[in-house]
């Protein structure tokens, strides 16, 4: 019998998260939305974890156009 990719437990139906890709039973996501915990929770907080590197930074002084 298949396992959740989530949880590791057998189950009889499972649904394929639409984000991941996971296979995941009732227990551990979704099946209206076809989100596992994992991707709802990402989905939910939104990406908290902004690394600078991901951010376009500037001096102040760039905003300056009569230089």
Same mark, same amino acid.
């Not at 298949?2 to 590791?8: N, S, V």
């Given at each position: 019998?298949?396992?959740?990719?989530? $949880?590791?437990?057998?189950?009889?139906?499972?649904?394929?998260?639409?984000? $991941?890709?996971?296979?995941? @039973?009732? *227990? $551990?996501?979704?099946?209206?939305?076809?989100? $596992?915990?994992? @991707?709802? !929770? !990402?989905?939910?907080?939104?990406?908290? *974890?902004?690394?600078? !590197?991901?951010?376009?930074?500037?001096?102040?002084? *760039?905003? %300056? %156009?009569?230089?």
């Amino acid at each position: 019998m298949p396992e959740c990719e989530i $949880c590791g437990e057998e189950a009889d139906k499972f649904t394929k998260c639409k984000s $991941c890709g996971a296979k995941f @039973c009732e *227990d $551990c996501g979704s099946t209206i939305e076809k989100l $596992c915990e994992f @991707c709802a !929770e !990402e989905q939910k907080h939104g990406d908290d *974890d902004i690394d600078e !590197e991901d951010l376009d930074l500037f001096d102040s002084d *760039d905003l %300056d %156009d009569d230089k």
